[in-house]
């Protein structure tokens, strides 16, 4: 089956830029969307279509593709940015979904 | 607005079937390209996406857990209903559903979760 992978976790000092990556074999084919999930809390979604910001999300997450490869970055980290982040996106014939591991980015 | 909330029982024996309600409001599920998803998440795990149901009923599911999910839906009460058979402890998790659009670009789809419901915790026990 399909799977994204993302690193485990991620840690930066505040004001410090986050880079956080998910790789899959289909992406160059697939948008991909990222997720903010806080404990006890439903996930929220900080990007779509690999680079678009939601309204109401700030602008130092942005995300940004190559190859197998997306990335989400978090500029000038801020403590209540501190979450599990995911990713997701689909197989290559874009019929199923699928979300990576995780990764939890701790705000030193 | 769009809001989702999730209804269902909270505690369910191995081997039972399990049925989730998805009741929405803010959205309509005979519009063009809307659909709704339902992804679950074990305690202090990853999310796991496990089936979708689109405006024209298409319907998809994790092809690991394919044989045991149903999912459909009641456009008149905006509501869609995700069944799992042969439950199981492994099972237990926070059961979400989700809002999600299809865009189609060139010959494929894709498609995104937002917003979400709050979530109910399903836990697997006797």
């Known amino acids: 089956s399909y799977e994204l992978t993302q690193p485990p976790s991620v840690s930066v000092s505040p004001g410090q830029t986050a880079r956080i990556t998910c790789s899959g074999d289909a992406l160059p084919k697939q948008y991909a969307y990222w997720y903010q999930q806080k404990p006890g809390q439903a996930p929220v979604l900080v990007i779509y279509?690999?680079?678009e910001r939601p309204s109401g999300i700030p602008e130092r997450f942005s995300g940004s593709s190559s190859g197998t490869t997306v990335t989400l970055t978090i500029s000038g980290v801020q403590a209540e940015d501190e979450a599990d982040y995911y990713c997701?996106?689909?197989?290559?014939?874009?019929?199923?979904?699928?979300f990576g591991g995780g990764t939890k980015l701790t705000v030193l | 607005q769009i809001t989702l909330k999730e209804s269902g029982p909270t505690l369910v024996k191995p081997t039972q079937t399990l049925t989730l309600t998805c009741t929405f409001s803010g959205f309509s599920l005979s519009t063009s390209g809307v659909g709704v998803g339902w992804i679950r998440q074990p305690p202090g795990k990853a999310l796991e996406w496990l089936a979708l149901?689109?405006?024209?009923?298409?319907?998809r599911y994790s092809p690991s857990l394919k044989s045991r999910l149903t999912i459909t839906k009641d456009t008149s009460k905006n509501q869609v209903v995700l069944t799992m058979t042969n439950m199981d402890p492994v099972d237990t998790a926070t059961y979400y559903c989700a809002h999600t659009r299809l865009l189609w670009f060139g010959e494929s789809g894709t498609n995104w979760f937002d917003p979400w419901g709050q979530g109910t915790l399903v836990t697997v026990s006797s």
């Open positions: 997701q996106s689909a197989d290559s014939s874009g019929t199923f979904s699928v």
């Open positions: 279509k690999d680079s």
């Open positions: 149901i689109y405006w024209d009923d298409d319907k």
